[in-house]
């Protein structure tokens, strides 16, 4: 069976980038296509992240794109359920879901729910939703990953809107105490949630000393630049350890990336999209450089 991005040295840098820069573009092309099919939904997101989940994907995560319970495979977790129109389109890019399904996205019948659950969703580990979840599964995950003896890594996906809730820092403390270094959080610091923007519902700052006092290797990139979370996402696997600290990355996207009419839309949560601004959607992709 093909095995993705499996334990290895790293290819040429900018032969990486690239090929994670075009998965990138592809993805944002799945989230538009999805998204048109529903006629709203969390594209803005979506569009934000799609760097950072083509870089799991594309460059990080040892996968089997054939047999997503193979045991030895690295756990990717998404905490926040909403941004599943995202996975889906890194799950087609890594070959895990047909790309010809993506058009059923929310429909009756459809594997493909609006909000992530894993027991619709071949590749989806965990069904996300309420908000502080997913670092609390992705910690006894990586405990028991570590009790099998297995080298598997545990990713998970986190919103800046997590880092309200008290279960995430409870994780965050308990991830350090038991020292998984074999665990990674990846944060999406889009600075907006769904009551307003970020630092007015729930001030987050300074989120790097607070991760670093939690006892975590941390860093903070621009979270739609691909050399940079490339560099982020090596140094977090090169300190990896099965007794080592957790990582996390926290990253700076802007939402409706690659999109300029989605980019400066003021109601960017859930986005409700005319059906006529679907295609210019796509031409402004399609014209751009992300």
């Not at 334990?7 to 538009?32: E, F, I, K, N, S």
């Not at 071949?122 to 599964?137: A, D, K």
């Not at 028991?144 to 309200?164: C, M, N, P």
């Not at 400066?264 to 796509?282: G, Q, S, V, Y």
Request: one cysteine or more; aromatic letters at 6%; glycine letters at 10%.
């Amino acid at each position: 069976m093909t095995v993705l991005h499996e334990r290895r040295p790293p290819a040429d840098p900018a032969t990486r980038a690239a090929a994670v820069r075009a998965a990138a573009r592809r993805m944002r092309l799945h989230v538009l296509n999805m998204g048109e099919v529903q006629g709203q939904g969390y594209v803005g997101q979506a569009l934000g992240v799609a760097d950072m989940l083509a870089v799991a994907y594309v460059d990080q995560l040892r996968l089997r794109p054939d047999d997503e319970h193979w045991p030895e495979r690295d756990r990717f977790l998404l905490s926040t359920g909403h941004y599943a129109i995202a996975l889906y389109a890194a799950l087609a890019e890594a070959g895990i879901i047909p790309v010809e399904e993506l058009e059923t996205y929310g429909s009756d019948g459809s594997r493909l729910p609006m909000s992530g659950m894993a027991s619709y969703t071949p590749g989806m580990e965990i069904s996300g939703g309420s908000l502080g979840h997913g670092l609390t599964v992705a910690v006894g995950m990586a405990l028991g990953l570590r009790h099998q003896g297995s080298d598997a890594r545990v990713f998970t996906f986190l919103s800046d809107g997590e880092l309200d809730e008290g279960s995430t820092w409870e994780s965050a403390m308990g991830a350090a105490h038991h020292r998984l270094g074999h665990l990674t959080a990846m944060v999406d610091m889009n600075a907006l949630q769904a009551d307003g923007k970020t630092d007015t519902v729930m001030r987050i700052e300074p989120a790097e000393e607070k991760w670093a006092a939690a006892g975590w290797f941390t860093q903070r990139v621009d979270g739609n630049d691909v050399e940079a979370l490339l560099a982020a996402f090596d140094a977090a696997a090169e300190q990896a350890a099965p007794t080592g600290r957790p990582s996390v990355v926290l990253c700076d996207t802007r939402i409706g990336r690659g999109v300029p009419l989605l980019e400066t839309r003021e109601k960017a949560h859930f986005m409700r999209i005319d059906p006529d601004e679907w295609e210019l959607c796509r031409r402004q992709l399609a014209e751009g450089d992300s």
